[in-house]
């Protein structure tokens, strides 16, 4: 990693004066890349735009590790969410090369190519904008809230625990992966224009405990997603399939839905 | 190799390759080119009903009209609705069988290459045989 050795002290002295770090020795094997940034500060911009920067990287390093090197040597200001910088938390989705992707798991041997080494990073699409890469998430967190996302159960409670099959559980394993990082919510035409829609990431959360034997909200649930901003607002173009990080089949999940909806089978 | 810099403001500040158009799935432009050939057969079907309506008024303003049609722009205007209607016809049955059929949505991607594929077919032919009067007319020879 090219930014690793001496972060720490760099860090240190820069947090101090406010002034970028010395630069770091750049390691063997490393290729100049190109790297265009969507940058809007709320306090002095009225439109967003985009700079530019060229940096060093390895083949083997991470896009983060990228805009952690223009943070913390080039321009201190570049705002973004990262926390666990290893695809587990979500916090770091960004449209990448015009494509929802977490900037942690993307390599730079994916970005470069023989003829132009360069990469675009704008914020995710369709939740406002706060600053640079970060947008407000709220909205988002609004529609996974609307769906329930928790055990319901009326019956009475078992003595010791809820018991499962493992088919039963294997029927909604796909759903359980979700880390809310809103790539693909924010790839939805329908999210883009349509801001009431709760979005694929709302229905795959729902569609976690629908299908959970254990559970006893299914149906409060489907009359929740059969709305009119509900599942039928789905056109069925697969970006949310495509942009997850996770690898669920969000199109299929939402599939399921709305055919629970329309044979009333769970 | 050049030092890492920010590109200076005032310098020529390379433009970004690619604008903020989301680079979807193929099936994000399939289901835009339904929209768009969807609308498209829609404005078709309202000149339709209009021009046929004609025949009510008297069957010579409906047939002074329809020779109007009788010309190469109108004839490209059928190779392209032919197009949109049976682009529209054959994703149509692609997107049912996404929402009904269990595994539609795994093989959505491998449906729209068969659908592109079959409309291809189809096509190649039958922009021949719809231009073949009007360019023969236009360019061929006396024979």
């Known amino acids: 990693m090219a930014t690793t050795a001496d972060d720490s002290t760099q860090v240190a002295t820069a947090g101090g004066t406010g002034l970028p770090g010395d630069l770091p020795p750049v390691p063997d094997g490393a290729v100049m890349l190109t790297v265009h940034i969507q940058r809007f500060n709320p306090e002095l911009d009225d439109a967003p735009h985009t700079e530019s920067y060229r940096v060093p990287a390895l083949p083997g390093d991470r896009l983060l590790n990228v805009l952690h090197y223009i943070k913390w040597y080039i321009d201190g200001t570049l705002t973004f969410r990262r926390s666990c910088a290893h695809g587990v938390c979500g916090s770091d989705a960004m449209r990448i090369n015009g494509r929802n992707r977490l900037c942690c798991k993307v390599l730079i041997k994916d970005l470069i190519g023989d003829k132009r080494n360069e990469v675009t990073v704008e914020p995710i699409k369709g939740l406002p904008l706060l600053k640079d890469l970060v947008v407000d998430m709220e909205p988002f967190f609004d529609a996974y809230r609307a769906v329930k996302p928790y055990l319901i159960t009326y019956s009475a409670e078992p003595t010791r625990e809820h018991v499962q099959s493992p088919a ?6 796909d759903t359980t992966k979700c880390i809310l990082c809103a790539a693909c919510t924010t790839s939805c035409p329908v999210y883009w224009s349509e801001d009431a829609y709760v979005g694929p990431a709302a229905i795959v959360n729902a569609h976690r405990f ?3 034997s254990r559970d006893e909200g299914g149906r409060e649930r489907l009359e929740i997603l059969s709305d009119a901003e509900g599942v039928w607002r789905c056109r069925t173009t697969f970006n949310c399939t495509e942009a997850c990080p996770r690898g669920i089949q969000v199109t299929q999940a939402i599939q399921e839905v709305k055919r629970a909806l329309m044979f009333r089978r769970i | 190799m050049s030092n890492p810099t920010a590109f200076a ?10 604008g903020s158009v989301y680079r979807g799935d193929a099936g994000m432009w399939s289901w835009v080119a339904h929209r768009i050939t969807g609308v498209l057969t829609f404005f078709f079907l309202f000149a339709h009903v209009l021009d046929t309506a004609l025949v009510r008024v008297s069957p010579q303003a409906y047939n002074t009209v329809i020779e109007t049609y009788k010309n190469p722009v ?3 205007f059928e190779v392209g609705l032919v197009a949109a209607v049976l682009y529209h016809a054959l994703n149509g049955i692609r997107v049912m069988l996404v929402d009904f059929w269990a595994s539609g949505a795994r093989y959505q991607r491998m449906m729209l290459w068969v659908v592109v ?6 096509m190649i032919p039958g922009v021949y045989f719809m231009l073949q009067r009007t360019v023969s007319v236009m360019f061929g020879s006396a024979s």
Do not use: E
């Open chain 1, 210 to 212: 629908i299908f959970d």
């Open chain 2, 9 to 18: 403001s005032g310098k020529r500040v390379p433009r970004p390759r690619r």
């Open chain 1, 168 to 173: 039963d559980r294997a029927r909604f394993d």
């Open chain 2, 117 to 122: 594929g079959i409309w291809l077919v189809l």
């Open chain 2, 74 to 76: 109108v004839n490209l």
